[in-house]
């Protein structure tokens, strides 16, 4: 707000005819004070004041909060001799800073005295870094990207949403800003954008909170949490056993959607299974209250049915305590497509497109709408940096798995180089900030370079989802007969591996995607409508023995644990009477997560990089693989399968050492399941013979669809 004004006989003028202060302006003329009055708003980041075209005499300028300025009471001035213009700044870089209030602003000058006086408040950029809103010592700062925008304002309960109290100034390159006083934590906020033909009402796309997937922004400090005490360590990648938990149906209290709060209930249960890495599906704020997630449209604000950014990290630091890390799933294939303000952000968009944020031609169409983010803009990939290292930075996550990266990779155009560099750039960026932790790809075609380093050429990501397992394991699980179960894919499940190593790939036999989608549950699949059948449970049970034992971070699937059947829907939660009802297949995935992770010390190979599937008979339907890290008693593991209906009271493989191999775990045994025959050995002796290309051969019994795990 501009004040303009030429006068001889000022407003409020109080002639004193007094000796001017000492360093003004001497002279043989009367001297007077004329007085104006600024009112400065929190919204109003500087106010001014400017004396100029001076004539008949001479003039001082001064300024003072809360009252007239006089002699020895003001808070600034400026008297410079020999010119002629004079000039006032006050903003929170200037001493004084600006306050919100009442500021007088005096001009002492020689009676008869003109000039013009030009003053009031003015629009400037923020003096401080940062997108978003950013909550500073004793207000917050507003910034944002909107390049098509004729002029950008921020209203919110600071300025009782006035669509025109709070300008925004422009920086160039379509960023606008503006820092408000006064503004703090939790207060709710929107941008006013002018497209030209009309204002629109947009949520800030950094926003770390809304109240609703169409609500208002909320601020949100993310220096506030007491992080005290938070000396979590990740766990080395071969030590890792993910869980999957999808929050809305984890744990919740009766129909009501699941949280934060009530998810971090069953912590202590997790640890107790021997579970050190939970994997969130998305949890950033989606359309409606119940979701997979997938759909999210705002990537920086947790998901308000879930809880608060402080309810996330509250169960962050409470996972932390029980030695278990989190990772979250995050989208940067697309985004949406509905209740998403960044959607044609600043009013502008081609055809049907979706303006500065996405791609605008053919590269936009993704399986899921028309949503791909334009990997080619800057700030759109500083945006998506910036989102990624936000898990780390603000919340402590200790991991992410990027969705569907194939889609940021190529799209309906063929590869898109852009969407690659951007996973190279944003893997950089993680790793030397946080070289610890693990950034994992969902790609899903067996894509080497995605987990090589980027000065290789690769995406540069630790490890993938791996569709080499799941796929040929569940069909040599779920169908009726025998004779159609292939070792040899079997075979080839195990041992798979990218670039060499064990850890560049998650297992799993059940994950959000496969247990829906027109498939279900294991233990479903095998037998529908009686997953608690025996078959269901013997065959479920032994893959998930070959997951624990396989190569590969594992991962199970909320309730796989205690044989949750059918097939995952957002509004249906897991049934946690299973738990008491199958507590002995509880009690087999308690100890086989303990065998993966050595934890009593005997099976130190199942974390080692060192896999040989040495014996294979497929008219019989097994298989038997040695794992080991360095070799040695403690270290080598020989793991048996049967994937036949057979029991075998004699079957001999071959040993890497002699002596006496204890059985560590039997999965027929009938602490599991009383239907289970108990049947196997509980140890056997190797002797010195060649077999399966080992140098010693022992004697087994093994029960139907049944695993054992040995070592010395």
Not at 166 to 186: F, K, Q, Y
Request: aromatic share 14%.
């Amino acid at each position: 707000m501009l004040f303009t004004l030429l006068f001889l006989a000022p407003l409020w003028v109080a002639q004193t005819p007094v000796t001017p202060p000492s360093g003004g302006i001497a002279g043989p003329k009367s001297w007077e004070w004329s007085y104006r009055r600024v009112i400065a708003s929190n919204w109003h980041p500087q106010v001014f004041a400017r004396l100029t075209n001076l004539q008949g005499g001479k003039a001082d300028l001064y300024i003072r909060y809360g009252g007239k300025p006089k002699h020895g009471l003001w808070d600034m001035r400026s008297n410079r001799p020999g010119f002629r213009d004079e000039e006032i700044i006050l903003n929170n870089t200037t001493q004084p800073g600006l306050q919100t209030g009442a500021w007088w602003i005096g001009v002492w000058h020689e009676t008869g005295a003109s000039y013009q006086l030009d003053s009031g408040t003015e629009t400037i950029p923020s003096s401080h870094s940062g997108m978003g809103a950013t909550v500073l010592e004793g207000g917050t700062s507003f910034r944002a990207w909107a390049p098509y925008a004729v002029e950008m304002r921020v209203a919110g309960d600071f300025n009782g949403w006035s669509w025109l109290a709070s300008p925004m100034a422009s920086e160039g390159d379509g960023i606008w800003s503006l820092d408000v006083r006064g503004v703090t934590a939790d207060g709710k906020y929107r941008f006013v954008i002018d497209t030209g033909p009309s204002d629109i009402w947009k949520n800030d796309p950094r926003a770390r909170k809304v109240t609703s997937a169409t609500g208002n922004s909320v601020i949100v400090d993310p220096d506030a949490f007491d992080w005290s005490g938070d000396n979590f360590s990740m766990p080395a990648w071969n030590d890792l056993v993910i869980y999957e938990m999808h929050l809305g149906t984890f744990n919740p209290t009766g129909n009501a959607v699941g949280t934060f709060n009530e998810a971090q209930q069953k912590l202590d249960y997790l640890a107790d299974l021997g579970i050190n890495a939970i994997e969130f599906m998305p949890i950033c704020e989606f359309a409606g209250s119940r979701s997979w997630g997938y759909n999210y449209g705002h990537p920086f604000a947790v998901e308000s049915s879930y809880g608060t950014p402080e309810d996330l990290k509250t169960f962050v630091k409470e996972a932390h305590q029980r030695g278990i890390a989190i990772l979250v799933d995050v989208l940067y294939n697309h985004w949406g497509p509905t209740d998403m303000d960044l959607w044609r952000f600043d009013g502008w968009g081609p055809s049907n497109y979706g303006g500065v944020y996405f791609y605008n031609n053919g590269r936009a169409v993704t399986p899921w709408g028309d949503t791909r983010p334009n990997y080619g803009v800057g700030q759109v990939r500083q945006f998506i940096r910036d989102n990624a290292l936000s898990w780390f930075r603000e919340y402590h996550m200790d991991g992410l798995r990027w969705d569907a990266t194939s889609y940021i990779r190529q799209d309906d155009w063929g590869a898109n180089g852009d969407g690659w560099s951007l996973m190279q750039w944003v893997n950089d960026e993680i790793d030397q900030e946080f070289g610890w932790k693990i950034n994992i790809a969902e790609d899903m075609w067996s894509n080497h370079w995605m987990t090589k380093t980027t000065g290789a050429g690769g995406a540069g990501f630790d490890s993938q989802w791996d569709p080499n397992f799941v796929h040929p394991i569940r069909n040599a699980a779920i169908p009726s007969g025998d004779s159609g179960r292939n070792m040899d894919d079997v075979k080839d499940s195990i041992q798979y591996a990218y670039n060499g190593s064990a850890f560049q790939r998650v297992i799993f036999t059940e994950s959000h995607d496969e247990v829906a989608n027109g498939k279900s549950r294991v233990p479903e699949e095998i037998w529908p409508g009686n997953a608690d059948s025996w078959s269901s449970k013997k065959r479920s049970t032994l893959i998930a023995a070959a997951l624990m034992t396989s190569p590969g971070v594992p991962l199970i699937f909320q309730g796989q644990e205690f044989l949750e059947d059918g097939f995952f829907d957002d509004d249906d939660p897991l049934d946690w009477n299973k738990f008491s009802t199958f507590s002995g297949i509880h009690q087999l995935y308690k100890n086989l997560i303990g065998l993966r992770r050595n934890r009593i010390g005997f099976t130190k190979g199942l974390k080692g990089n060192n896999t040989n599937v040495h014996h294979l008979n497929n008219t019989n339907k097994l298989v038997a693989f040695h794992r080991w890290d360095q070799g040695g008693p403690g270290d080598d593991v020989i793991v048996l399968l049967n994937f036949s209906g057979t029991s075998f009271p004699v079957y001999n493989i071959g040993f890497p050492a002699g002596g006496t191999w204890l059985v560590r775990f039997n999965s027929d045994s009938n602490v599991f399941d009383s239907s289970f025959g108990n049947y196997g050995s509980t140890a056997t002796q190797a002797y010195a013979g060649s077999s399966d290309g080992m140098p010693y051969t022992g004697s087994l019994s093994i029960g139907p669809y049944s695993a054992l795990i040995l070592s010395q």
